[in-house]
């Protein structure tokens, strides 16, 4: 007889390479489930960007179901209970999920399956959220890498399973469940409609990105990937977070491009936050680098405030976290170069910084934000060495030498000669008079100055290594 099997979604909405799903049709009858548990979530509960892509995401999957026929079971609660209950109600034999990575989710899923197999319930899970499980790639001697190039080159020597095709689904019937509406993901306050107005959250749109990067603009993203306004990047990262995407689609399809490699390796970067995440997962909230929790951080709510509102003074600073703010995304050197003025010049915990990421990017991500801002703090694997501290006006000129970039995000500055635009106060008067600008009214002066924020950070640390000796 057909097994009755219940496919338990969570960050893997879509249909097309879906190990969990595909599998349960082969084998039976199947249920697709969704269910909101905060709880499970832990202290990383969905930010706020995330949950107005999370509602659109189960639109898209429950439709994409819809179409063949097939309900998409929707509840909010208890994760085991509901799951019992449906299990119950249906006489269902087995559950079968992909894997979850982040260590909370992942120890309550073992949770779950511990105790449903204790009730005779298959449980099956499968690997739909990388390239490879995350341990796979280690060293001769089986301990994990923390240096990106030997994992990388360890890292080429896999084969990458292809994927699977959009199964055949036939369903067993299950009557109880909620609108999407009544999870309350969208927020009281509408500060969504220009992130949405931004992005489509469905699987199909993923694809439509992948084919637009794959037709015009690989052959630039080696030489061009760097710079905001060139847009050169692909902007599928939300759809590999939720899982709309497939990694392993995305490897296949680029790496069948003569001028795949440099995209592919920053895929592999992703592989390597998970294997950081799997085998240090207390670096979720704790410096990989453990001299790092003895650093002098500074509590500073004014400036933290300044930061996360693009009021800096740095325009290059400003324009990345007001292009957050309204698109719920940040192209990469930009990430780099805010979170480096937040933990360096202003000295506030990486901590806060990935925060507040983690409740504005739609595409927050806790592999790949971790192993971000510990980089970026020095405190991670392979980390930026401390001293190196981006300079956010040389940063600009040379990524953002026409000011495209900080004119679109920081339009107060937008008729500023190219010469200014990236360092507003040393303009003469009559410039910032012709363009309209008046420092600390129109645009703020900078809240530190470069050179003495800089020499601060360097005997921070300093004071950190004297504090170990
Ligand atoms: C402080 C900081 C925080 C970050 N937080 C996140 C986050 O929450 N979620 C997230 O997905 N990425 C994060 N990143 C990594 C990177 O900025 C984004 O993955 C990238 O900007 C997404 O844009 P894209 O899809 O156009 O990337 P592309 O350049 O087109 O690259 C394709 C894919 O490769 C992967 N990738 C690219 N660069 C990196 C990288 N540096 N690290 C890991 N994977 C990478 C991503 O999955 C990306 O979608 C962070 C980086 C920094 C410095």
Redesign the pocket.
Known sequence: MKQRIIVWFRKDFRLYDNPALYSAALRGKVLPVYIYDEKYEGSWRTGSASKWWLHSALYDIKERLAELNIPFIIQKGNSLTILRKIIRDTNADALYLNVRHEPHAYQQDQEIMKQLRQEDIVCHTFESHLLLPSHTVKKANGEPYKVFTPYYKAFLNQMVPKPFPIPELISFSYKDTLQIEDLQLLPKVNWIDDIAKNWEPTERAAYVKLRT?ASHKIVD?EMG?DFPSHAL??????Y??FGQLS?RA?YHYIASKQEGHA?IR??I??E??YHLLHHFPHTVTEPLNGNFQYFPWRDDEDSFEAWSKGRTGYPLVDAGMRELWATG????RV??V??SFLVKHLLIPWQK??AW??DT?V???????T???Q??AGSGADAAPYFRIFNPVTQGEKFDDTGEYVRKWVPELGSLPNKYIHKPWIAPKNVLDEANVILGITYPYPIVDHAAARARALHAYEAMKKSLS
């Open positions: 990067f993203y990937r990047h692909s902007a599928i990262s939300p590999l977070a990694p995305v995209f920053q895929l970067w992703r390597f936050a995304f940040m192209h990469n990430r780099m805010v979170s910084g990935a990421f983690w990017l595409d927050a991500d806790l592999a790949n934000n192993m971000g801002w980089w970026v």
